[in-house]
Nanobody, 123 residues
Framework: QVLLVESGGGLVQAGGSLRLSCAAS????????MGWFRQAPGKEREFVAA????????YYADSVRGAFTISRDNAKNTVYLQMNSLKPEDTAVYYC????????????????WGQGTQVTVSS
């Protein structure tokens, strides 16, 4: 079992920045990648970014590439999502996920999910 705890969400004005953290505990060695997803009200959950634990390879949705940066601290079993140049359309609940996605980091499936953290960007 892997426990994921997100933090760092909040309210920010458009153009501002936030950094989300996802701390993993438990059997993290059983996972290959961690990803960030988001779900806005009335919309389906969508892929945001992902990182492979071992190689550190990063992946981004087209909508956030260049503005968001995913990184990891292997010693702390923590993954970060630095979000810059935030827009109102980035408003959503952000979830981190961990697993060994067989169909790709964007499609998953991921075995473990955090509880989510709210990000609200005001215009």
């Amino acid at each position: 079992q892997v426990l994921l705890v997100e933090s760092g969400g909040g309210l920010v004005q458009a153009g501002g920045s936030l950094r989300l953290s996802c701390a993993a505990s438990g059997r993290t060695a059983s996972t290959d990648a961690m990803g960030w997803f988001r779900q806005a009200p009335g919309k389906e959950r969508e892929f945001v970014a992902a990182i492979r634990w071992s190689r550190g390879s990063t992946y981004y949705a087209d909508s956030v590439r260049g503005a968001f940066t995913i990184s990891r601290d292997n010693a702390k079993n923590t993954v970060y999502l630095q979000m810059n140049s935030l827009k109102p359309e980035d408003t959503a609940v952000y979830y981190c996920a961990a697993g060994s996605p067989k169909t790709g980091v964007a499609l998953g499936p991921y075995d473990y999910w955090g509880q989510g953290t709210q990000v609200t960007v005001s215009s």
